[in-house]
């Protein structure tokens, strides 16, 4: 139940998107605007998301992982009313904006709740559950433009947008029952909360005290320090209680001074992040009515009709990547997923540079191996890359630098994201849109290479663990600087034997 709840903070990012997708072609009709407004304003959001994924880093810090998953859906809320009300072009802007800040949020702090709460032997299914929802918001998008597409123009869009202020209401209310991070509580000294949320979400007893001991051990509290202990431990080794002298700390190992483990984890993350977008996932979700039209569907209900078909696919393929996750592991899926959206970005782009080609009557089947070839690339991004890549970077970084790290790896995806649709309609105006998809199959190509290359295998491995495959120092240099200030009942002499 935590998992679906937290889930819904991300599938209302995905909604947005799909909902612009259909919402553009009218708002183009009402308002006036250009394709190059049409484009900014589609991407602008995975821009100003990254504002809302930097403070979502520093906020779970300081008020928990659960109470930033509600502001973010209070945020997104208030964005979707802006922009359903919205009288014109800029005050649309400003309600991108604010949802934006929200959708930022959302993203960084679903998956490493989830990562944090779940048990080792179900993290990638559980972690992973999250794009199940994500894709059913894009399918639930593609319904409401194709139900709400008959009514005025004027009012078509703003109802689309609309739509969208439900959803956080309901993810706001359940999300108050979830129970906190226990990996937040430990830094936070609550042992006992803690030891009561692992208990319940742990497969035994024993697993639960053992990945407690594992979770105090990497926040640098040593064995043999009791619970009452716990609290003036982690205090003093903060620095005297001082969160900003703490986030100065992290921010500096991870960009100014990190470690060679360090600098390999965030060379895989940030890496899988640039893949996930710059391969051109949301231009085929944001402008798949316009694909559609190259192929051969005309008119703007048949193609928002067709372009269910592009949610509907996401959502039946990407329970194979839960399902498989915690059984062959994430390499298999990422590299069979690159593979496949590789080979199938190139088979959409010849298909399209032909019909460039033919007199339009004869490009019938042309058109169909086009969307044939779309639909089969988002089934191999929903089963792999689109779901994998949010559970690998949720479990290879270290807890001191978890949520800083996570916050850097989902701004650099929303500033892909953004960079791909704020520049799709302009790159297929210069290269033509099948130059535009052969570029993306050069890139997913690379990033099949990259993934080879550089990400290990993390299915399980504990978090405290997964952190060691990128060096054997991982973990020592993570709570070093703590241990050497936790105060103990044990002699010295004992301690310096432990280590």
């Known amino acids: ?270 890496g899988l992040m640039f893949i996930q977008q710059a391969t051109g996932v949301d231009c085929v979700v944001m402008y798949s009515p316009r694909v559609f039209e190259r192929a051969g569907i005309k008119s703007k209900t048949n193609s928002l009709g067709a372009s269910m078909a592009v949610g509907a696919c996401k959502t039946f393929f990407i329970p194979i990547s839960t399902l498989l996750l915690d059984r062959i592991g994430r390499r298999p899926l990422l590299l069979a997923s690159g593979g496949g959206m590789a080979i199938f970005l190139f088979t959409l782009a010849t298909s399209l540079h032909m019909m460039d080609r033919r007199p339009e009557g004869e490009a019938t089947a042309l058109g169909a191996v086009s969307i044939a070839a779309m639909l089969s690339f988002v089934a191999s991004f929903a089963s792999g890359l689109g779901p994998v890549a949010w559970v690998y970077c949720s479990e290879i970084y270290p807890l001191r630098l978890r949520a800083q790290a996570a916050a850097i790896g989902t701004g650099l995806n929303r500033i892909m994201s953004g960079a791909t649709t704020m520049s799709f309609l302009s790159l297929s105006n210069t290269i033509t849109i099948s130059g535009s998809f052969y570029l993306y199959a050069c890139i997913a190509a690379a990033g099949w290479v990259f993934m080879y290359f550089f990400l290990p295998e993390t299915m399980g491995k504990s978090l405290e663990d997964t952190v060691k495959l990128f060096g054997k120092d991982a973990d020592d240099e993570d709570v070093s600087d703590i241990r050497r200030h936790v105060p103990t009942k044990k002699p010295s002499t004992e301690l310096s034997a432990q280590h």
């Open 1 to 270: 139940m935590m998992t679906v709840r937290s889930s819904s903070a991300i599938s209302i990012h995905r909604a947005d998107i799909s909902v612009m997708s259909g919402a553009q072609l009218f708002m183009k009709e009402d308002l006036k605007i250009t394709d190059t407004q049409i484009e900014i304003l589609a991407g602008v959001i995975n821009i100003y998301s990254l504002f809302g994924s930097l403070a979502a880093g520093l906020t779970s810090d300081w008020l928990g992982r659960r109470y930033t998953m509600v502001l973010a859906a209070a945020i997104f809320f208030t964005g979707a009313l802006l922009m359903g009300f919205a009288p014109g072009y800029g005050f649309l802007m400003v309600g991108r904006f604010v949802a934006g800040i929200g959708v930022g949020f959302a993203l960084m702090i679903a998956p490493v709740y989830t990562a944090e709460v779940a048990p080792t032997s179900a993290r990638g299914f559980l972690t992973s559950f999250p794009e199940v929802f994500n894709n059913f918001g894009i399918l639930l998008g593609y319904v409401s433009n194709f139900a709400f597409a008959r009514l005025p123009v004027h009012l078509s869009w703003r109802a689309m947008f609309l739509v969208g202020a439900v959803p956080p209401v309901f993810l706001g209310v359940a999300v108050l029952a979830m129970p906190e991070s226990p990996r937040w509580l430990v830094m936070r000294g609550r042992i006992d909360d803690a030891r009561r949320v692992l208990q319940k979400t742990s497969d035994s007893p024993a697993e639960a005290e053992e990945r407690l001991l594992d979770i105090k051990k990497v926040v640098g509290i040593p064995e043999g320090v009791s619970d009452a202990d716990d609290v003036a431990a982690i205090v003093r080794a903060s620095g005297k209680g001082s969160s900003s002298s703490r986030h100065d700390g992290v921010w500096k190992e991870l960009l100014i001074n990190p470690s060679r483990p360090v600098r390999r984890m965030l060379m895989a993350g940030l």
